[in-house]
């Protein structure tokens, strides 16, 4: 990977301007060092009837740790993650996705991520990833 290079050509699905089909999430950097965003899921985000599909819920929480990292001048891409789905969420629903860094081992990055329901304030995801420095 030393040979990949990160080019932000404002495509991405999660955060990219141009992406027409795209979520359009916008981040917020907090004071702790966290990384947020919310999201509101359409109905075309559903999987089974009401429930959003546990694939986006996923890439949110990826999308979120690795924008912390951005935000913290480091480039880096999900080497693993392991994801936990812990109540469905729903279509027109507000969620908090929030993101932080555990540990810096030098070229992998330990990463935490938690979704919250944001009327409720029910956790409703959380996953952990290793990201790999380019």
Known sequence: MADLILDDDQMCFCCGP?????????????ADGRTRTVWRPRQEHQGFKDIVHGGLVATVLDEVMIRMLV????????????????KPLRAGRDYRFEAWLVKDRGRALLTEAEAFDVESGERVASGKATCVRV
């Open 18 to 30: 141009k992406n027409p089909i795209g979520l359009k999430l916008a981040f917020e950097n907090l």
């Open 71 to 86: 935000h913290r001048g480091v480039g880096a891409v999900t080497g693993t993650m392991e994801t936990k789905l812990l």
